[in-house]
Every structure is written in C-alpha cells, then in structure tokens.
T-cell receptor
C-alpha cells in the first residue's frame, strides 16, 4: 500500500491565522482526499483533490476556508484559513490503494489546536 | 445519503476475552465494508474488509460478519491483547467509492 508523509504532525495556532498542511505520497495517485476528525468524532470528508483540476468540496466545506492545491500526482496541500477554535481537529490526507474496492490509506494526521 | 451507526462507543475487555463491535447502515446499495484501526497519534489503518457477496471473512484473530438483510455488520476480535487497544471505525461504501464512517469505538484491553 502507499506510504503517506503528512506535515506538520501537530501545531498550535492563533485564531485568525492560516495553516498549510502538506501530504506527500510515495507513488502517483489520481485522487487524494482530505478528512477532518473532530475530537471524539468520526472522519468527515472535506474534499477530493484531483491533479490538474479544482478540488471537489463536500457540503459544509468551502474553498475560501479550505483551499487545496494538487500540483502533481504525489503531493497535495490543505490550508485552514482564518482559523477559529472550532477548527481545532485532526486533519488527515488519504489516497485510494487501487481502483474500485480497495480501502483508503491514511496519513498520520495533523493535530491542530487553535487558541 | 448513507448513514452508518456504530456501537458501542467505548468497550473494555479483559485480555484474552473477545470483543465485538457492531455497525448498521442505511443504504441497501452499499456493498463494501472496511474496518479501520486508529492508534493514538496515528492515522486509521485498514485491518479487514468485506464485500456484500460474502457473509463472513476471517484473518487470524479478526473476523467480520455481514447481514445484508438486516443491514448490519460486525467486527469480532478474539483472544484480545493489549496491543488491540485503539479506536476502531467501520465504514460503508458503494464499490469502494465515497466512504461513510461510523463514529468509532474506543477499545481498551485490560492486561
């Protein structure tokens, strides 16, 4: 399965600032996914990042708040903009291990605390 | 859309005992059901999955059962060990497309 390197692993940020999270995969993948995991909660899909096109956002998430870049087939970034304490979560990037039935591989996550 | 419910939210068992986590789903079109284990400070890892054309799948101490009629599936861990302590998530999808995750079960195995 793919190996994902996600940075930073954790950060404490001031409200009103922005944080960019990086996700590097050791193989080329068509789609990369960004999830949010709020404390004690399940995983919620933020957006799907396709190389060469705009990311597709899920209901409740907007590009102005969570801009995503996907410059090539092995790398993506998620920015959490104008942060508030409600943005304190774990952010995870993920890739499909293959077409169709295969599960996702997740990065180790970025634990964000906004103060 | 799909709604996945997972129970219990927390589970404590003695080492060597069995643990069972149950999930229900709402969309009868869902046909792929993976289970993930998330250890502290790490991302979720796929531990076992099942497709709707089988009723049970086993991998050493871990098994998953699926009841399509009742729309529920369960994770069974036998002979639990302290290293099984983690948060477990179930998920449902249609043919491995968008995944809908359960709310997670925090399993503690007491030595």
């Amino acid at each position: 399965s793919a190996v994902i390197s996600q940075k930073p692993s954790r950060d404490i940020c001031q409200r009103g600032t922005s944080l960019t999270i990086q996700c590097q995969v050791d193989s080329q993948v068509t789609m990369m996914f960004w999830y949010r995991q709020q404390p004690g909660q399940s995983l919620t899909l933020i957006a799907t990042a396709n190389q060469g096109s705009e990311a597709t956002y899920e209901s409740g998430f907007v590009i102005d708040k969570f801009p995503i870049s996907r410059p090539n087939l092995t790398f993506s970034t998620l920015t959490v903009s104008n942060m508030s304490p409600e943005d304190s979560s774990i952010y995870l990037c993920s890739v499909k291990d293959g077409m169709g039935w295969y599960g996702y591989t997740f990065g180790s996550g970025t634990r964000l605390t906004v103060v | 859309g799909e709604n996945v419910e997972q129970h219990p939210s927390t589970l404590s068992v003695q080492e060597g005992d069995s643990a069972v986590i149950k999930c229900t789903y709402s969309d009868s079109a869902s046909n792929y059901f993976p289970w993930y284990k998330q250890e502290l400070g790490k991302g979720p890892q796929l531990i076992i999955d099942i497709r709707s054309n089988v009723g049970e799948k086993k991998d050493q101490r871990i098994a998953v059962t699926l009841n399509k009629t009742a729309k529920h599936f369960s994770l069974h861990i036998t002979e639990t060990q302290p290293e099984d302590s983690a948060v477990y998530f179930c998920a449902a999808s249609i043919a491995g497309n968008q995944f809908y995750f359960g709310t997670g079960t925090s399993l503690t195995v007491i030595p």
